[in-house]
């Protein structure tokens, strides 16, 4: 039996990750606008979901999806989390705007505003734990989800009190639904750039706790791999 043992030195490779939320924010950014836009009446009739609905589904819900799970490679929570069930939302907003269109959902159905409306209770609940989260590392992120849980909570309103989807808080969760998007399409920028550019383009308010944390971060096992949006 050979007892030799190899002491050739270990080779440690680091796989170079993008960040995810380049892709994640500007997919909710792009979904955001077109959906929340129709909610605040800036165009719209009875036929309209026809055309939102492949949209929403595959570029806010499939490729937002898809950056939450990279984010979880790369040891965001944050992104991981929102990207993931923000991505879900879209994916099932996407479903759920088919079925209506193709007759198989109605609209005037008095049970379909209540229940949609609590969509946006579990959403906006959710949203919110994260936009806490991110306000100790990133303020331009943390606008963009403080937005987006007020914007959930008045259309949760709007859905579940008035009966209405043409009541004053669901046209008004619209426009706060916008500024959401508009932050979005702001932060996914910076991110880019950063990474093109090597270095801090836009501004995003990173604070003292995030200005500290180190490049890299050790793994159980691994050697670790960079941390980022």
Avoid at 139 to 144: P, Y
Wanted: hydrophobic content about 55%; aromatic content about 14%; glycine content about 12%.
């Amino acid at each position: 039996m050979d007892d030799r043992i190899d002491r050739s030195p270990a080779r440690v490779v680091l796989q170079p990750i993008a960040a995810p939320s380049i892709l994640g924010l500007y997919g909710f950014a792009g979904s955001t606008f077109i959906v929340a836009a129709n909610l605040a009446h800036w165009y719209g009739t009875p036929e309209t979901p026809l055309f939102l609905f492949p949209f929403a589904a595959f570029f806010g819900g499939l490729a937002q999806f898809l950056a939450g799970m990279w984010s979880y490679r790369a040891r965001d929570a944050i992104a991981t989390a929102m990207h993931g069930m923000w991505g879900a939302f879209w994916m099932g907003w996407g479903l759920l705007q088919l079925l209506v269109v193709t007759g198989l959902l109605k609209v005037t159905d008095p049970n379909f505003l209540p229940a949609f409306g609590y969509w946006f209770i579990a959403l906006g609940v959710i949203t919110l734990m994260g936009a806490i989260a991110a306000s100790a590392e990133n303020i331009a992120l943390a606008g963009v989800l403080h937005t987006l849980w007020i914007g959930s909570g008045l259309l949760a309103i709007g859905f579940l009190v008035t009966h209405n989807i043409n009541s004053i808080w669901v046209i008004v969760g619209g426009w706060v639904l916008l500024l959401s998007a508009l932050l979005a399409w702001y932060t996914a920028s910076a991110l880019m750039f950063e990474g093109i550019f090597g270095r801090a383009v836009l501004p995003v308010g990173l604070t003292q706790k995030a200005k500290q944390e180190p490049e890299l971060a050790p793994g159980e096992g691994e050697p670790g791999v960079a941390k980022g949006q």
